[in-house]
């Protein structure tokens, strides 16, 4: 029987769908705003998103994905039933096989979860896949050859550090620091030192416009941000500059390049020697903060590259295994 084919990068900031021959249908948060009084999800994605911090008592907004898997399995379920409907459309009556990226230390609970609330939102199937294989199939990195690849995958939720040598991972971390880590640590940082309490949104926007991994000699850069004081309780806007910024997030980027370098000691010595010629490629929508690939070139003393639409690569590497989903069932997809 005919069956179409949906690849899913579920990330924990956001959600990328591909269709097999059609390419990417749907980049959006994963984010859903549900009214408590009605028990119905009012929006989903880029709305819901745009709800954060808005709401009446009513109404509540989940990020049903926390550090790259499912917190809360009703809300999921119901996210990736619209992610479905909507690459499908609303007349397609073929139940798709769905490709799900995961992060590489998901436990078989979290992976049965993952299937299970694929299969509730309407799939024939589901195929779970490590995000760091995939990451690297997007990054154009030859993982069947029998050289050693580093790819380190840092998303919203988790960072997925792997070595790959003849399609299979030598040895792989996850650790639970991400993007959403350094937008924790902005708005506790600019808490203490200037009293106001900033949102997530506001924490996402700083990181993007002036954050940097390495401060800067130059001429500073400044941004004006909004917030509530927390001593008189009124809004109040200040300047914070990027070396505040980069100050403060230095916690977690340490907590990530601890853990390359802990890979970087536990893999083969004929694997480092390649990995010292060829470099450690970063991926993930957070390895594009600012100078951050210089750092784990800095720290670790082993060339690190950033791969070409960085924040992609495991979208990238949905959509070449996708059309090709009959012969990587064999080697790629993980037993749940």
Excluded at 27 to 48: I, W
Excluded at 66 to 87: H, S
Excluded at 271 to 279: M, P, T, V
Aim: glycine share 8%; with cysteine.
């Amino acid at each position: 029987m005919f069956s179409k084919k949906i690849g899913i990068d579920l990330g924990t900031s956001k959600s990328v769908v591909v269709v097999n021959k059609k390419g990417i249908v749907l980049n959006e948060p994963s984010v859903v705003a549900v009214s408590l009084n009605e028990n119905r999800v009012l929006a989903v994605g880029e709305e819901a998103k745009q709800m954060i911090g808005k709401t009446p008592e009513n109404i509540v907004v989940y990020r049903p994905m926390k550090e790259g898997v499912i917190a809360d399995y009703r809300v999921t379920q119901a996210m990736l039933k619209y992610f479905i409907r909507k690459a499908l459309g609303r007349f397609d009556f073929f139940k798709p096989e769905v490709l799900v990226a995961i992060p590489d230390g998901a436990t078989s609970t979290e992976k049965r979860a993952v299937v299970e609330a694929g299969l509730s939102a309407g799939a024939k199937a589901v195929y779970p896949v490590k995000s760091s294989i995939l990451a690297a199939i997007g990054a154009d990195l030859p993982i069947y050859s029998c050289a050693g690849h580093m790819i380190i995958d840092i998303g919203g939720g988790t960072t997925e550090i792997a070595v790959i040598s003849l399609g299979g991972i030598v040895f792989s971390k996850s650790v639970k620091v991400g993007g959403d880590k350094l937008d924790s640590a902005i708005m506790n940082y600019i808490k203490e030192k200037n009293n106001l309490a900033i949102g997530e949104q506001t924490a996402e926007l700083i990181k993007k416009k002036i954050g940097s991994a390495i401060p800067s000699r130059k001429k500073e850069e400044f941004l004006e941000i909004k917030g509530r004081d927390l001593v008189s309780g009124l809004p109040r806007n200040i300047k914070i500059d990027a070396n505040s910024v980069c100050e403060a997030i230095q916690e977690p980027l340490a907590e990530i390049i601890q853990h390359i370098k802990m890979v970087l000691k536990r893999i083969p010595p004929e694997l480092s020697a390649d990995i010292i010629d060829k470099g450690m490629v970063l991926a993930g929508g957070s390895s594009n903060l600012r100078n951050l690939e210089k750092l784990i070139t800095k720290t670790t003393g082993v060339p690190s590259i950033k791969a070409k639409d960085a924040g992609l690569c495991v979208t990238r590497g949905v959509e070449r295994v996708l059309p090709n989903l009959d012969i990587y069932k064999k080697s790629l997809l993980i037993k749940v």
